[in-house]
């Protein structure tokens, strides 16, 4: 039996330049230290039933960064909570921990990231560069890859960028779709054609994942009653 | 200083090596003295190395002193870090290195050298010991090279020659109780000690053995990586030393006696060091693991307690009941690896590793009715008294093991024999210590006569490089003015040079030119017998007598045996309360 839980964590100051790979392996290690045995997939290679929604770049910050986990056995959530906060590395801290009935990943439904992008400094025209990413209707930049240069269009899914009242910087949603996403730096890129300038970026920091609703199955159809097999 | 390092660190390859925070490390903020330790070479490579996890968790959970780590940064940061004039900093304060009180390196190989010069010069440490002052750091080394000390001497204020275990607890008191005093009088009151070398006041050092494994000093809560680095598992000690006498073995005549913890002391640290890592494999590590006495009820017991956890044995020995010991362990093993290192009887038989063809033939076929489909062996070629006829044995072990295989394995197809070649490079302290090495052309020789006559069929040959063990010949045997070679070559842009790709020959060939010799000169070097060596001034405990007759009977094709069963053959070593610890006898 498997007990399906979800876990918010931040990753934040240096931890943020842990990667992905590692990044799991550091939650996995904390789960298991905690005194609790995370389930095992089936097959040639048992691996450990553990994921995230969507990978940290390495050098971004995460606010608010979601882990889906399956346990053997039930664990008491405060417990849970406490023990896995204490193996956590310095810069990751867990935030939440509760079971989950959603019955796919959240790697297959995240629908919106948020991002802050904090600067040092904001030119005294920034705001018309903003205006300009604004009001564009495509964006189109080479992502240079190992596999081989795609273009991309980042307003498909970066549509506005606003700016943060106070304390310099920028936030803006992304929206993540099957065919792709737009990466912070491309952003950036784009906004620093437009100014005319580098823009050096202080801290790059993704505040949220949002995850589609799951469908609800369907509730029986009211006054028949379920179908239970053959008619004795 | 935090955010000039962030800085750096955003332009760099895989930056968590620098940032330390991991658990199991430790920041104190009381604390009489500020140690860092070093293995040098990159983080994940060196958070490996138990020397510094052993002295790290003797330093913080036993002392009032504070031990952090730094490991060498990879040539991107430190290019950056000399541009932006940023010191060398620690991993658990990010404060400069040479603001700490002692600093200490590990001598594992010498193909490190070169990287101690770059640490110590990243942070703003004079590099030799003369040129330092009161506000320095105390630099030391230790670990299994410091047996020889003197080609890297000039660089380090003390070696600590031994076991560290109750010579480390001895130098942080003199360091917490003299603080106030000069440099000069520190080291004077150093030189006192057993087991410490001080460049300063030239003595003869005896080497420190402790009498038996403390429980309470094994690392039960190692430093866990955040990021991917070899050996990534539960490591534990569960014997130093070893009783079977191969000659060419440096660590085999070094760590003598043998001392193994008592049976019921592997399990409960085993339990105890699962349970704070959440690692899913451990490893039970010793010079030849197979020989430990309890051996097999351990296995059994971990078995039973801990049925998920994968144990890992190194150092298998070569015969069929070892590799069912194997099967004690719950997992299921697809390779196995055994080291015969010579080809045929009459070389194992001269370099005493007891092994004959049929424990080979019959080990080889266990593995494969256990369900290996690969077998990995080593060997040495450039052993003393060697022929061309033990190369050919080389050849037939492998064939013969292939044939094996597609004989016992569950799959003709899927068997594949790994053959790994090393260049045999003569060390101190060992009967093998006045022979030279084979020089480039014999090596490249042999080299050429295995790549021809070995079959390719499910056969891979990996002929380790000649230079960079060329190198390690060199200085392995070295003496006081090689640290002048290794210091040219550090300028000339030598590091990293265990690794293939950093390696720069062309280098430690001005480095040696700059002394007047050559790299093969020096590695090809033989000493008369009653020659005095550039490490006598270093008391392994065994004599030199004993290194000479078994010299001797090597060049006869004697075999010494295993002193466990064996007759004592007087080696030196034990005395007073020093002996054979045995778990169960």
Redesign the interface.
Known sequence: MNFNYQMRFSKTG??R???H??TL??L??????S?FELSFSQGMRPKPILSLAMPLG??VEGEDEICDFSLQQRAPLTDLAKKISR?????MALKSVGPCFDRSKSASRVEFCGYRIELAEIAADFASALAKYNSATELVLLRRRPKGDKEVDIKKYVDEVHLIEEGGGIAFDMKVTPEGTARPDEIIEALAGFAGKEIKPARIVRTEIRLKEEEQPKPPRPGRPPYRGRRR | MEKRIESLLERVEKPARYIGGEVGSVVKQDYSLRVVLSYPDVYEIGTANQAVQIIYSLINLHSNAWAERVYCPWPDLSALMREESVPLFALESWEPVSGADLWGFTLQHELTYTNILEMLDLAGVPLHWQDRGDGDPLVFAGGPCASNPHPVVAFFDFILVGDGEQAVPQVLKICEEGKDLPRRQLLTQLADLEGIFVPAFPRRVKRAVVSELDYSLAPLRPVIPSMGAVHDRATLEIMRGCTRGCRFCMAGNWYRPVRERPAGEVCRAIADLVAGTGYDEASLSSLSTTDYSCIQETLTSLAESLPRLTVSLPSLRVDPEAIRLLGLTSSRRSSITLAPEAGSQRLRDAINKQVSGKDIQQAISEAFRCGCNTVKLYFMIGLPTETEADLQGIIDIATAARRIGRQEGENAGRVQINVSIASFVPKAHTPFQWGGMNGREELAAKHEFLRRNMPRKQIKLSLHELEPSLVEGAIARGRDETAVAIETAWRAGSGFDAWTEKFSFTAWETGFAAIGSSIEQEAIRTFPVDAELPWDDIDSRVSKEFLLEEKERADRGEVTLDCRQGPCENCGVCEGDIEMRIAKP
């Open positions: 240096r931890a330049f842990i990667s790979l590692d392996n550091c996995m290690r904390a789960i298991r230290r005194g390495v050098g193996e956590l590395p310095q810069g």
